[in-house]
């Protein structure tokens, strides 16, 4: 099943995508600020994500950098009813714009769009997590001494 988080700080944006795209099979995750958004993704890692430009606490470009800082190339789908403020989208990675009002089908159709078009982001998304570090010892045990002495030398 493919993830997406949707993130607007227009509750009835919200509601109205979470149907529609947990309907058509998706698991859905939303958020209504930047901060919110990048939290859910790094504990949800969707497939897409599908958020307005202008949300509180540093708006969708926030995410955007945050998350690629992060090396997370999940690909966005910035919906604003003003996205030629976004500038040259050819200079971003993963990235694609929507006009709002935005017809489901054309909405629909981008989301699978951008999902088929960047499998590797879907699978690294998806894939586990990095194994935890090594346990370290307590606190009254002795690490073994990789290099330990040579033994003593007896007279004969």
Same mark, same amino acid.
């Given at each position: 099943?493919?993830?997406? $988080? ?22 859905? !995750?939303?958020? @209504? ?9 790094? /504990?949800?890692? *969707? ?20 998350? !690629? ?10 919906? =604003?009813?003003?996205?030629?403020? $976004?500038? @040259? $989208? =050819? ?7 929507? !006009?709002?009002?935005?017809?489901? @089908?054309?909405? %629909?159709?981008?989301?699978? !769009? /951008?999902?088929?078009?960047?499998? *590797?982001? *879907?699978?690294? *998304? ?15 045990? &002795?690490? %073994? ?10 007279? &004969?």
């Amino acid at each position: 099943m493919a993830k997406i $988080l949707v993130v607007d700080d227009i509750k009835e944006i919200v509601d109205f995508s979470k149907e529609f795209f947990e309907d058509a099979g998706f698991e859905v !995750r939303t958020a @209504d600020t930047a901060p919110a958004a990048i939290a859910q993704q790094q /504990q949800f890692k *969707a497939d897409v994500i599908l958020q307005d430009l202008n949300i509180p606490g540093g708006g969708g470009l926030f995410v955007y950098e945050t998350l !690629r800082k992060q090396n997370d190339l999940v690909p966005i789908i910035f919906s =604003t009813g003003k996205p030629e403020t $976004l500038g @040259d $989208l =050819t200079k971003m990675v993963n990235v694609s714009a929507l !006009r709002k009002p935005t017809d489901p @089908d054309v909405l %629909m159709a981008e989301v699978k !769009r /951008q999902i088929a078009a960047h499998p *590797a982001a *879907a699978a690294a *998304a998806q894939a586990a997590p990095p194994p935890p570090p090594p346990a370290r010892p307590a606190a009254d045990e &002795r690490p %073994m001494n990789p290099n330990p002495p040579p033994p003593p030398k007896f007279p &004969r």
